[in-house]
């Protein structure tokens, strides 16, 4: 598709017409500034642009991919009822202390300010009581005053108190052992653009693409992935896992503790996208939401069978056992080879030799803030009985054949 014509390109059509239709006007005279005839060429050019831009602008603003800024937030919003995510504020908890035992009770009000060493400001969520005799910690939810991504706090980085606490000693102290979270710019042109490309594909409600979109629609989440939980035989029990990721799921955590600091923080988030999820969810199933990062692990098998055993029913719930302990790993947890082998010890018409893992070859350790994940499609088997074939497609996502 051409452009809109510019300026220059208006000016010398301009100038072309004027020199076919009067002979006695030469090209110079057009193109010389400050000519009588340059001057009207190139102020109908000028016009003539204005509108062109105009057009270009109205243009622009009916297409998703070329809309920008307050035009695209209407373009989304007329089209598909949604609206930019905001910034949003991190959140958080405030450990407070006293050197000695606090001589009486006194209150921690909200909105308390507090300050880390940088000038970033937060306010206390709640109000809490300091009892007689505790030298602490009392743990308060906190809360950024602004938003934005800058306004996230490292552990130990929220360190004095810049309001007033009545009756507070003055020796009390406060401190995040724990990394804030949550905090994000407003969405950009390009995320907003994302969503809703994908409003039609999640319209429905209840799919798994729909609990990641609702997820996405919670500001500060990055990512998201669901997975459901599956029976010995591969079947959906319900439950589902949903992981999320925020822009600093790596960056502010403890990496020195197992499991991470961060992750018990991470709660606040979880507890927000759990929210957002009320009207997608389908009644009756359950959704767990973790805070990390995922790693999708395809693994193969090689399998042996009991005499009379049903080669691929076997197959199957080895595969689906496989994956519900894969699942079933919390954040920073090590795929165990010898665990999942375990496993398939005990799954029916297995002739289990301790050799079922043919890939990983070992161990699978991921980061603290990873978390290892499978499905039935990453899980392949082979027979190792060349007279026990798997036969290949006897069940919806088909799995690997060895014929010999």
Not at 38 to 57: F, K, P, R, W, Y
Not at 58 to 75: E, I, K, P
Not at 188 to 202: G, I, S, Y
Not at 379 to 401: C, W
Request: negative net charge; aromatic residues 6%.
């Amino acid at each position: 598709m051409p452009d809109f014509p510019k300026f220059g390109e208006l000016f010398r059509v301009g100038r072309d017409e004027a020199l076919v239709r009067n002979a006695k006007i030469s090209r110079e005279m057009v193109e010389r500034e400050g000519t009588d005839a340059n001057i009207l060429v190139a102020s109908s050019a000028a016009m003539a642009d204005e509108v062109s831009g105009q057009l270009t602008d109205l243009d622009a603003a009916l297409f998703l991919d070329s809309a920008v800024g307050q035009v695209l937030d209407r373009l989304v919003f007329d089209r598909y009822g949604m609206t930019r995510k905001p910034a949003a504020a991190a959140i958080g908890s405030a450990n407070f202390y006293t050197a000695t035992a606090a001589p009486a009770t006194f209150s921690i009000p909200l909105n308390t300010l507090l300050q880390t060493a940088s000038g970033v400001q937060y306010l206390t969520s709640e109000s809490a009581v300091y009892p007689a005799g505790s030298a602490g910690p009392v743990v308060v939810a906190v809360r950024s005053a602004k938003a934005g991504a800058d306004q996230a706090a490292k552990i130990g980085t929220i360190t004095s108190i810049a309001g007033q606490i009545s009756g507070s000693p003055a020796n009390l102290t406060v401190r995040n052992t724990l990394a804030t979270t949550g905090a994000d710019d407003a969405e950009q042109d390009d995320a907003l653009r994302a969503r809703a490309r994908n409003f039609f594909v999640t319209a429905r409600r209840g799919t798994m693409k729909a609990l990641e979109a609702a997820a996405l629609n919670v500001p500060g989440v990055r990512q998201a992935v669901a997975f459901e939980y599956i029976d010995g035989f591969g079947r959906p029990t319900r439950s589902v896992q949903l992981v999320v990721t925020d822009a600093f799921t790596e960056q502010f955590a403890d990496y020195s503790t197992v499991p991470p600091l961060y992750q018990a923080q991470s709660q606040a988030i979880s507890a927000n996208v759990v929210q957002a999820l009320a009207d997608v969810r389908p009644a009756g199933t359950y959704v767990r939401v973790y805070v990390a990062n995922v790693i999708l692990q395809p693994m193969q098998l090689t399998l042996a069978f009991t005499a009379g055993a049903n080669v691929n029913d076997s197959a199957l719930a080895a595969r689906a056992a496989v994956v519900a302990y894969v699942n079933g790993l919390e954040p920073g947890a090590t795929l165990s080879a010898s665990a999942l082998l375990s496993k398939l010890q005990n799954v029916a018409g297995l002739a289990f030799t301790g050799g079922e893992l043919l890939s990983p070859v070992g161990d699978v350790v991921p980061q603290p803030l990873q978390v290892i994940r499978a499905s039935l499609a990453l899980v392949s088997a082979v027979a190792a009985q060349t007279d026990q074939p798997i036969v290949t497609g006897s069940n919806p996502d088909s799995y690997g054949a060895a014929l010999g």
